[in-house]
């Protein structure tokens, strides 16, 4: 652990500019058979060069920028293959040129565009091809919980449940406690984000889940480690996601939209246990504002007492979305962003991400969901008064369906989530989510109620990639180039 | 030593389970051992068998630590994470038992493949007045709350060997 000294709080910044101009994923299920996973990679490496509007001759033309692969994949004994890098580099027809396996836990995709658009930012390549996947079904879910669960520490943690939603509702049940008061409301504020993301996956093709859930189906739902029940925790899924990096030059000769993309990353200790009671930077918008700094002195006082970022906080988060903010001109997110990306790994650390990367003050996370804010459209289904029903919300959050609607499987999540940014701020969410052809892709039938979930006018997107119980957090902001925020 | 209940390095060829035939798909039996050592760790292990709760201190007068509640560590650290120099080790059973309270808990009901606490489990987050870190561990014999004190217990007639040797109960007045 660090004293924060000048250098450990620099503001990174890119030699050049780093540009985003292609995405491309498979579908994400809980059990694949039908494919191997070199095949899903072959599919949404096809999608990223066929149908992104790409200014060249086919595949093998844009092959031919390509000067390096980084892959993220995280757990080998998911897969049960070490170097699957090597064997989906082969299938893309990819070598000789250099690639890399990354891998920090779920937030391998965030990693692994971090590494990515360093690359480009450093001049060492123009253009990089960032893949990530997962193939979490060789396992019954049991034994996949237990494999989940060796990313705690074996000797401490693993033993106790083998469980990593157990991780997570410790922190849940003190943040009810402090935070929440224990009351009910805080509850249904969770089961709100449930249902908010299940309801966007029923309009996402490439989603693992399609049902419609209510708060009540929430909060019947089996508990698996009190408070936290079923449908509070992601999903288990296989799956590939990817996206093409570029330098300004390359960008703007491949695509006539490709999107600016910053990315950073952040840590805290892998066991809850060793988080101790520090300082942690402010946000530009909390450093300018004496009263968010007066509260949250009175939090360390000793009339709240609490010892954070701890077991209500991720540090790795609000280091992430320092570094970002102030890299990229961001000044108060929910003004600048257009739309986020979280790592709704579960119900509660969703609510713990609004506060480090500054969407709420600290302790006051759930008025992102009850103020409206987080939707693209706030329901009209009795949970939210009448005088918000129905009004656009500011910051729609999750329209992918994110971890708990959509898939985790592990190494393409982050990857997933910048896809999803990128194919919004192109506004061309409809030809990926609304068209009868890409459900059918899939083997679906596209729902006759189908929610239109493109964001009018999005200008710029946040994605949050998260591993462990925040040991590893990465912050990727996309942004178009014509609406770069000016600091 | 425990024996393997099966020789995995001469499995049958022709045992194949096949489970689907379009796609093909079959079973890939292994149950491999792992020799897994504490190493520099090992004191903390042989304490719980022993009735002993072991932590580390960090004892370099030069180390600026990066938290506010001192350098005392549980789960102990060989070196210091501040400063990286060697730690010692002290035993801190006795400030447990009069000062450990609960910081946060819950109530496992689904456990892992694998797991061998009894259903439901109460996990716990231990903090000790003092200890610049909060342990997880499991709570015996009551229904948690934050802030309840507890003492340790151990296992020492039927050591594990594991971080399951340690559980709390709540503390006698």
């Known amino acids: 652990m660090i004293k924060f000294g000048p250098g450990n709080l620099a503001i990174p910044k890119q030699m050049r500019p780093v540009y985003l101009v292609a995405a491309g994923q498979s579908d994400f299920k809980k059990f694949y058979p039908e494919k191997k996973t070199e095949e899903l990679a072959v599919e949404a490496f096809r999608m990223l060069a066929l149908e992104n509007n790409l200014k060249v001759d086919g595949i093998?033309?844009?092959?031919?920028?390509?000067?390096?692969?980084?892959?993220?994949?995280?757990?080998?004994?998911?897969?049960?293959?070490?170097?699957?890098?090597?064997l989906i580099h082969d299938r893309l027809g990819l070598d000789p040129m250099g690639n890399v396996g990354i891998k920090t836990g779920g937030a391998t995709g965030g990693s692994t565009l971090w590494i990515a658009s360093n690359l480009i930012a450093s001049g060492y390549s123009d253009c990089a091809l960032a893949m990530g996947w997962e193939r979490m079904?060789?396992?019954?879910?049991?034994?996949?919980?237990?494999?989940?669960?060796?990313?705690?520490?074996?000797?401490?943690?693993?033993?106790l449940g083998h469980i990593y939603t157990g991780y997570y509702a410790l922190m849940a049940q003190r943040y009810w406690k402090v935070f929440g008061k224990g009351s009910p409301a805080f509850r249904r504020t969770m089961s709100k984000i449930a249902v908010k993301n299940r309801r966007?996956?029923?309009?996402n093709p490439f989603a693992q889940t399609h049902g419609k859930i209510t708060v009540e189906d929430v909060e019947k739902s089996p508990v698996v480690a009190d408070p936290l029940r079923f449908y509070d925790a992601c999903l288990m899924s296989v799956g590939v996601s990817a996206v093409l990096v570029c330098s300004e030059e390359v960008a703007y000769k491949l695509s006539d939209k490709p999107m600016r993309l910053f990315v950073t990353a952040g840590s805290h200790t892998l066991r809850t246990a060793d988080r101790r009671n520090m300082d942690i930077p402010l946000l530009p918008h909390e450093e300018a504002d004496p009263e968010i700094r007066k509260y949250y002195e009175k939090?360390?006082?000793?009339?709240?007492?609490?010892?954070?970022?701890?077991?209500?906080?991720?540090?790795?988060?609000?280091?992430?979305?320092?570094?970002?903010?102030?890299?990229?001109?961001?000044?108060?997110?929910?003004e600048d962003l257009d739309l986020v990306e979280l790592h709704d790994a579960f119900t509660i650390s969703d609510i713990q991400t609004y506060e480090d990367i500054g969407l709420r003050p600290y302790g006051r996370g759930p008025e992102y969901i009850e103020s409206g804010d987080a939707y693209l459209t706030v329901p009209d289904d009795g949970s939210f008064s009448k005088k918000l029903a129905g009004k656009p919300g500011r910051l729609p959050s999750n329209l992918s369906g994110g971890l708990?609607?959509?898939?985790?499987?592990?190494?393409?999540?982050?990857?997933?989530?910048?896809?999803?940014?990128?194919?919004?701020?192109?506004?061309?969410?409809?030809?990926?989510?609304?068209?009868?052809?890409?459900?059918?892709?899939?083997?679906?039938?596209?729902?006759?109620?189908?929610?239109?979930?493109?964001?009018?006018?999005?200008?710029?997107?946040?994605?949050?990639?998260?591993?462990?119980?925040?040991?590893?957090?990465?912050?990727?902001?996309?942004?178009?180039?014509?609406a770069l925020p000016t600091k | 030593m425990a024996k393997h209940d099966y020789d995995f390095s001469n499995l049958n060829p022709t045992a194949t389970v096949?489970?689907?035939?379009?796609?093909?798909?079959?079973?890939?039996?292994?149950?491999?051992i792992h020799i897994h050592t504490y190493g520099g760790e090992s004191p903390f292990f042989r304490g719980l068998t022993e009735g002993k709760l072991l932590a580390t201190r960090c004892v370099n007068k030069k180390c600026k630590p990066a938290g506010k509640e001192g350098h005392v560590f549980l789960p102990p650290r060989v070196y210091c994470p501040?400063?990286?120099?060697?730690?010692?080790?002290?035993?801190?059973?006795?400030?447990?038992?009069?000062t450990a309270r609960i910081h946060t808990h819950i109530t496992v009901a689904h456990p892992g493949a694998f797991n061998r606490v009894p259903i439901p489990c109460e996990l716990i987050s231990v903090e000790i007045e003092g200890v610049s870190t909060i342990i997880m561990s499991q709570l015996r014999g009551a229904k948690p709350e934050i802030g309840m004190p507890i003492e340790p217990v151990f296992e020492t007639a039927h050591p594990t060997f594991t971080i399951l040797d340690l559980a709390w109960v709540p503390r006698k007045a």
Not at chain 1, 139 to 157: L, P, Q, R, S
Not at chain 1, 408 to 435: D, P, S
Request: negative net charge.
């Open chain 1, 200 to 203: 966007h996956a029923y309009s």
């Open chain 2, 18 to 32: 096949l489970r689907k035939l379009d796609p093909i798909v079959i079973e890939k039996p292994r149950a491999p």
């Open chain 2, 82 to 98: 501040d400063c990286l120099e060697r730690t010692e080790w002290i035993d801190v059973t006795e400030r447990a038992r009069k």
């Open chain 1, 404 to 482: 708990i609607g959509c898939m985790h499987a592990v190494g393409a999540t982050g990857i997933m989530q910048v896809c999803e940014l990128f194919w919004q701020l192109q506004n061309r969410w409809k030809y990926f989510h609304a068209r009868k052809e890409m459900w059918e892709r899939f083997g679906k039938t596209m729902p006759k109620d189908i929610e239109n979930l493109q964001v009018p006018d999005a200008k710029r997107g946040l994605a949050i990639s998260h591993a462990g119980v925040g040991s590893h957090v990465t912050c990727s902001i996309l942004m178009r180039p014509d």
């Open chain 1, 137 to 159: 079904d060789e396992v019954d879910t049991w034994t996949g919980n237990h494999y989940i669960a060796t990313a705690a520490d074996k000797d401490y943690e693993t033993e």
């Open chain 1, 60 to 86: 093998q033309e844009l092959k031919e920028y390509i000067h390096t692969a980084c892959y993220g994949h995280f757990a080998d004994h998911f897969g049960d293959q070490l170097l699957g890098e090597a």
């Open chain 1, 299 to 334: 939090l360390k006082g000793p009339e709240v007492n609490e010892r954070y970022p701890g077991f209500t906080g991720f540090l790795a988060a609000r280091m992430a979305a320092y570094y970002a903010y102030n890299m990229c001109g961001i000044h108060d997110p929910c």
